[in-house]
């Protein structure tokens, strides 16, 4: 291409020279007419000189034709081998893109070709991993399998041990139930004995008090000899008979509250032997419940003793005498306060064993009992006559 562009420029030149070549010639073949006219004083040299100019101007025109035909051939051989340059051109252009033609499918198929291989790498890697996942999970199974075997045969085995334990709490319990039966048995046969001697003794205690008490007038009535004062003899002796019927009433009112409260622990004692019998914990009630009974017992002593007192009043002299019925009031009031606090007490522990055996039944059917187990407070009315 390059050879072709050079050869055109070379061309370009010649043409160029031969034109400025025949511009000068017909130039320097100008003459003025006025001086070319034959016969004006035109010498010989003039008419030489325009000769050689007509025959240089002759010569010129011959050289530019054989110029012409010069740089046609030249052109016509330039075109020729830039026809051939640009066939030439154009069949190495077609061959440079043929074998880049060649060159891309082959690149593509190489690239066809690595993509298949790439592809059946990632398969065969695919597959690869599966078989690995596949394995480690069955490796995984089997590890859980044997540890849900391990735990399984562990849940047994501690429900076996449980199984076991609660047999045995069970038996222990069944025994606690019995031995517990046993013993509230034997404390309600006990009670029941122990009231039957306290209602034997305070019969008894009753008949000797009442001989007492028919002596204690006789000597009150001799003492009463000494006063002149009607009025004040039968106010004392009143006195004297009201003493005693408020200590008989009180003893056997404390005594009705002991036998109502002896009456609820037996309810408690039998509710327990039944929410025991249905397997409640009844381990909080018979403490309660012995409390109670030691309660009732020290009550029923109290009140034996109590039963057993008489209150004559001492008379040394008229002018003693309100004197001597105050002691002997005074001395009442305090063996009677003594005796309601230990009823007190009594009263108390009961109602705590009723309500530790709340806590198992949660509704206590046994509570209806409790409002009529009320211990009535000592009362000192009467006791204040003059």
Do not use: C
């Given at each position: 291409?390059n050879?072709?562009?050079?050869?055109?420029a070379?061309?370009a030149?010649?043409f160029s020279?031969?034109?400025?070549?025949q511009?000068?010639?017909d130039?320097s073949l100008?003459?003025n007419?006025?001086?070319?006219?034959?016969?004006?004083?035109?010498n010989?040299?003039?008419?030489s000189?325009?000769?050689a100019?007509?025959k240089?101007?002759?010569v010129?025109?011959t050289?530019?034709?054989?110029?012409k035909?010069?740089v046609?051939?030249a052109?016509?051989?330039?075109?020729?081998?830039?026809?051939n340059t640009?066939?030439?051109?154009?069949?190495?252009a077609?061959?440079?893109k043929k074998?880049?033609k060649?060159?891309?499918?082959?690149e593509?198929e190489?690239?066809?070709a690595?993509?298949?291989?790439?592809?059946?790498?990632?398969?065969?890697k695919?597959e690869?991993?599966?078989?690995?996942?596949?394995?480690?999970?069955e490796?995984?199974?089997?590890?859980v399998k044997a540890?849900?075997?391990?735990?399984?045969e562990a849940?047994?085995a501690?429900?076996e041990?449980?199984?076991?334990?609660?047999e045995q709490?069970k038996?222990?319990?069944?025994a606690s139930?019995e031995?517990?039966?046993q013993k509230?048995?034997?404390?309600?046969?006990?009670m029941?004995?122990?009231?039957e001697?306290?209602?034997?003794k305070i019969e008894?205690?009753?008949?000797?008090l009442?001989?007492k008490?028919?002596?204690?007038?006789?000597?009150?009535?001799?003492k009463?000899?000494?006063?002149?004062?009607e009025?004040?003899?039968?106010t004392?002796?009143k006195l004297?008979?009201?003493f005693?019927?408020?200590?008989?009433?009180?003893?056997?009112?404390?005594?009705?509250a002991?036998l109502?409260?002896?009456?609820?622990?037996v309810?408690?004692?039998?509710?327990?032997?039944?929410a025991?019998?249905n397997?409640?914990?009844?381990?909080a009630v018979g403490?309660?419940?012995?409390?109670?009974?030691?309660?009732?017992?020290?009550?029923r002593?109290?009140?034996?003793v109590?039963?057993?007192?008489?209150?004559?009043?001492d008379?040394?002299?008229?002018?003693?005498?309100?004197?001597a019925v105050?002691?002997t009031?005074?001395?009442?009031n305090?063996?009677?306060?003594?005796?309601?606090?230990?009823?007190?007490?009594?009263?108390?522990?009961?109602?705590?064993?009723l309500?530790?055996?709340k806590?198992v039944?949660?509704v206590?059917?046994?509570?209806?009992?409790?409002?009529?187990t009320?211990?009535?407070?000592?009362?000192e009315?009467?006791?204040s006559?003059n």
């Amino acid at each position: 291409m390059n050879k072709i562009i050079i050869s055109l420029a070379v061309v370009a030149m010649s043409f160029s020279m031969a034109a400025n070549a025949q511009t000068q010639g017909d130039q320097s073949l100008k003459i003025n007419p006025r001086t070319y006219k034959v016969g004006e004083g035109v010498n010989s040299v003039e008419v030489s000189a325009v000769q050689a100019q007509e025959k240089t101007q002759t010569v010129s025109g011959t050289a530019a034709e054989a110029l012409k035909t010069q740089v046609k051939e030249a052109n016509n051989g330039l075109k020729t081998e830039t026809k051939n340059t640009i066939k030439a051109e154009q069949e190495k252009a077609v061959e440079v893109k043929k074998e880049a033609k060649e060159k891309v499918e082959a690149e593509r198929e190489a690239l066809k070709a690595e993509k298949e291989a790439s592809k059946e790498e990632l398969k065969a890697k695919r597959e690869q991993d599966q078989e690995r996942i596949k394995a480690e999970k069955e490796v995984l199974k089997e590890g859980v399998k044997a540890e849900r075997e391990q735990k399984k045969e562990a849940v047994k085995a501690a429900r076996e041990e449980l199984k076991q334990k609660a047999e045995q709490e069970k038996e222990a319990i069944k025994a606690s139930r019995e031995e517990f039966k046993q013993k509230a048995e034997q404390a309600r046969e006990d009670m029941k004995a122990s009231r039957e001697e306290f209602k034997n003794k305070i019969e008894v205690q009753r008949e000797e008090l009442k001989t007492k008490r028919e002596e204690q007038k006789v000597e009150l009535k001799t003492k009463l000899e000494k006063i002149k004062d009607e009025r004040k003899k039968a106010t004392v002796e009143k006195l004297d008979k009201r003493f005693n019927e408020i200590n008989v009433k009180m003893t056997a009112q404390w005594s009705d509250a002991l036998l109502r409260l002896e009456d609820l622990l037996v309810k408690i004692s039998l509710r327990a032997d039944k929410a025991a019998a249905n397997g409640a914990d009844v381990s909080a009630v018979g403490p309660a419940l012995e409390k109670a009974r030691t309660a009732i017992v020290a009550a029923r002593t109290a009140i034996s003793v109590q039963a057993s007192k008489t209150y004559p009043i001492d008379i040394v002299s008229e002018t003693e005498l309100k004197s001597a019925v105050a002691q002997t009031r005074e001395k009442l009031n305090q063996d009677l306060k003594a005796v309601r606090e230990i009823m007190k007490v009594a009263h108390q522990a009961a109602v705590d064993a009723l309500t530790s055996l709340k806590g198992v039944l949660k509704v206590d059917e046994a509570t209806s009992s409790a409002t009529s187990t009320s211990v009535a407070p000592a009362t000192e009315s009467g006791t204040s006559g003059n």
